[in-house]
């Protein structure tokens, strides 16, 4: 009886190391995770954003007003994304965009872009709701950002990229006359991949997600813009014409009307 029972226990030690020993195997022979795969529906026509040609650069900002703008900042940004409008085509076969939603992850990004920037007021991010129609016309979108308070709206969107890059880019708006006043756009591929963070997730594979970097690359050349735009902003007048003298520099009369006193019990 001692002796079977002997045997178990020293079966159930092999079976249990060979156990062990085939999960240490495993793990050593697993190979990682693939990146994620680079965005690849459908993407922003440059006269969708009124270019008349895309740019050469993949990456990088440009200023289309040559001259400096007068009293601009501080003031606060509107951020639009435009997206395919699902199951709806336009003129021959091509997609209309729309206004559409923004992940929580790249909306509160977008939220924290100027926080450092004092001539910043604030980063607004809008939505299908919080446009007076989810339209992808540019003056439109322009004129929903004014009536927020905010002077300028970046509208963008997915821009034509190769096989295994994704990249963005979109235009700044003044939204008091709906001018085009800056392009910006990014791009990101397999060169660009990161070491991963030692307190990530193992789950958590952005550091090689070309649509991540992407975003991010892009967020950091629209903060460049706007840095830019600000340097290149003149303060408005602080002094105002005087209102009582006429164009042909003559003084005017002034009557000085005493009001009538009120009536006791008023």
């Known amino acids: ?17 060979s156990v ?22 459908p993407t922003l026509a440059a006269d969708s954003l009124g270019l008349d040609r895309a740019p050469e650069d993949k990456t990088g900002y440009e200023l289309l007003k040559q001259e400096p703008s007068t009293g601009l900042f501080p003031t606060a ?10 199951g709806v085509a336009g003129a ?17 990004s977008w939220n924290s872009l ?10 607004i991010v809008l939505d299908r709701y919080s446009t007076a129609s989810p339209t992808s016309d540019l003056s439109r979108i ?18 034509p990229a190769e096989d295994e890059y994704a990249g963005l880019w979109g235009v700044i708006l ?22 991963p963070s030692p307190t990530r997730l193992e789950t958590d594979l952005r550091h090689r997600d070309v649509n991540y970097l992407a975003m991010r690359r892009f967020q950091s050349q629209v903060r ?3 840095l830019a735009m600000i340097r290149r902003d003149q303060p408005a007048a602080t002094t105002q014409p005087n209102p009582w003298q006429s164009k042909g520099n003559r003084q005017e009369n002034i009557y000085l009307v005493p009001s009538p006193r009120p009536t006791p019990g008023w």
């Open 224 to 226: 460049q813009c706007l």
């Open 142 to 159: 322009a004129g929903s950002a004014w009536r927020l308070e905010a002077g300028l709206c970046l509208v963008y969107g997915p821009s």
């Open 174 to 195: 003044d939204t008091a006359s709906g001018e085009r006043v800056a392009l910006v756009r990014a791009q990101a591929g397999p060169e660009d991949f990161e070491a």
């Open 114 to 123: 100027g926080n450092t920037i004092p001539a910043i007021r604030e980063m």
């Open 20 to 41: 062990v020993a085939g999960l240490f195997a495993a793990s050593c022979g697993k190979k990682p995770e693939p990146p994620p795969v680079a965005y690849m529906g």
């Open 1 to 17: 009886m001692r002796t079977r029972m002997s045997d178990n226990r020293a079966w159930a030690v092999v079976v249990g190391l």
């Open 92 to 108: 021959a076969g091509r997609k209309d965009w729309l206004v559409g939603e923004i992940g929580f992850e790249e909306a509160v």
């Open 77 to 86: 940004v509107g951020i639009a994304r435009l997206t395919v409008s699902e």
